[in-house]
């Protein structure tokens, strides 16, 4: 039962991560709407990120779990998100993160960081736009 190199109390670094998923999932779970969008943006940067480094680092199998999580933050979070019926910008933004689902598809399959690269210069303006809508909020709710 013991002899293993295995420890009976979890594995090396996992009361920190447990400790970081906590605080992310009281986040998500006071999170305003406005807040939930945020996160998905944050978390899409951060995946592509780490995706950079694996391929840096020539680390395959975290660059492909990244990239998998960064596609499916934008197809199942952010596409998931919009309302279509509210008018041509939220279909523009269902066009453009299925561009980015493909791309980053692309990244995957060909080690590309300069296809990462191009996802984050494109997705910036639509996350910075809407991190600056969360600022004005506040005062847009006392009026």
Known sequence: MYGSNASPFGQRGSGASLY????VETDVGS?????LVALLFEGVFTAMNQARAAIQAGDLSLKARALSRAVRI???GLKAALNL???QLAN???DLYSWLCMRLTQANLHSDIKAIDECQRVLAPVR???IAIGEHQPQLDAA
């Open 20 to 23: 970081s998923r906590v605080g």
């Open 92 to 94: 523009d933004l269902r």
């Open 31 to 35: 999170a305003s709407p406005h807040r």
């Open 74 to 76: 934008l197809d199942e």
């Open 85 to 87: 019926e509210s008018g």
């Open 128 to 130: 910075d736009a809407w």
